[in-house]
């Protein structure tokens, strides 16, 4: 099972806080860093100092790190246009040597959109405008070097296209997508994504929706086996109970009700549970870190869980 750091900057974090994070991360051995797409705080008003851009924090830290991976848990659909976002990733891929990974979903938080003035059309149409979305990036990343590309799509039209910059990656960067819808989510991931991603989910409900998602692949002739399974879930560990109760505290979330729905408890609560979704197939977890100023929490896990997993 391969560990990654998973964290949330628009509940308020710096640029350099998010870079103690990443490098923390990094020398702590840890696959990759990740980090959310949101312009808004979720629960409050302030949320100072304010909220960073995802793909301007990666296009740093792919210079202020140097051997982690780094991507986003889930960069919205509805915030870019498919053309310059084929080529930020692409950019920030070149940037960092080749360690970037496009996690991408349809955007669903209303308020952020109306906060900061960017449309927010149906659930049906962002789904509609995601699937062109993957078909203009991976196109543009697809076509070889001194072609052209064309894209005639509803949303997205694309002429003569010199399909420039090319990603280190061949043949792109890793595209993850994820989420627990039925028939849409699992018909895009079985055509376009490299990991299918749940966040939050039981084991139970994971198990169903890999399976869903495998079916979709066999419909369409694809191996599921070419896919990476992989969820994300709220991190809270301690040495003992008082630790565990003092970490959960600080995120104003219940012991008991993150071990339900996190992974949570000491180290050999957490190896146990990693180990409930391991059986349902899931070979990646991002940890979600929310107090980015307790570093001592990244090291504990590296120290205690990752050897063991």
């Keep these: 099972m391969e560990l990654r750091i998973f964290t949330e900057p628009q509940q308020g974090a710096t640029y350099d806080e998010i870079l103690a994070v990443a490098r923390c991360a990094e020398d702590a051995g840890y696959g990759a860093f990740f980090r959310s797409d949101h312009y808004l705080k979720m629960g409050g008003v302030s949320g100072e100092p304010g909220p960073t851009d995802a793909w301007t924090t990666l296009a740093g830290l792919a210079r202020d790190t140097s051997r982690i991976r780094l991507g986003t848990l889930m960069t919205a659909a509805t915030f870019r246009?498919?053309?310059?976002?084929?080529?930020?990733?692409?950019?920030?891929?070149?940037?960092?040597?080749?360690?970037?990974?496009?996690?991408?979903?349809?955007?669903?938080?209303?308020?952020?959109?109306?906060?900061?003035?960017?449309?927010?059309p149906s659930l049906?149409?962002?789904?509609?405008?995601?699937?062109?979305?993957l078909a203009v990036i991976t196109g543009l990343w697809r076509t070889p070097r001194g072609e052209t590309y064309d894209h005639p799509g509803r949303y997205y039209p694309v002429t003569d296209s010199p399909a420039l910059p090319k990603p280190v990656q061949d043949?792109?960067?890793?595209?993850?997508?994820?989420?627990?819808?039925?028939?849409?989510?699992?018909?895009?991931?079985?055509?376009y994504a490299d990991e299918f991603n749940l966040p939050f989910a039981s084991v139970a409900d994971s198990a169903a929706q890999f399976d869903r998602v495998r079916a979709a692949c066999a419909e369409i002739g694809r191996d599921p086996?070419?896919?990476?399974?992989?969820?994300?879930?709220?991190?809270?560990?301690?040495?003992?109970?008082?630790e565990v109760a003092r970490r959960a505290a600080a995120i104003g979330r219940e012991p008991e009700e993150l071990r339900a729905n996190g992974l949570a408890g000491t180290p050999g609560e957490?190896?146990?549970?990693?180990?409930?979704?391991?059986?349902?197939?899931?070979?990646?977890?991002?940890?979600?870190?929310?107090?980015?100023?307790?570093?001592d929490h990244i090291e504990l896990v590296a120290a205690e869980v990752l050897p063991k997993v």
Excluded at 276 to 291: I, S
């Design 81 to 120: 246009l498919p053309g310059p976002l084929a080529i930020t990733v692409a950019q920030v891929d070149q940037m960092s040597g080749g360690r970037v990974e496009l996690g991408i979903g349809t955007g669903w938080f209303a308020e952020e959109h109306t906060a900061y003035g960017i449309p927010f």
């Design 124 to 133: 049906a149409e962002r789904f509609d405008r995601l699937e062109e979305q």
């Design 171 to 191: 043949p792109h960067p890793p595209i993850l997508l994820g989420g627990m819808g039925k028939r849409r989510t699992p018909q895009l991931a079985a055509r």
């Design 225 to 242: 086996a070419q896919l990476c399974w992989s969820n994300a879930l709220v991190l809270c560990c301690g040495r003992d109970d008082a």
């Design 270 to 295: 957490i190896i146990e549970k990693i180990g409930e979704y391991a059986a349902v197939g899931a070979q990646r977890l991002y940890l979600q870190v929310l107090d980015l100023a307790d570093l």
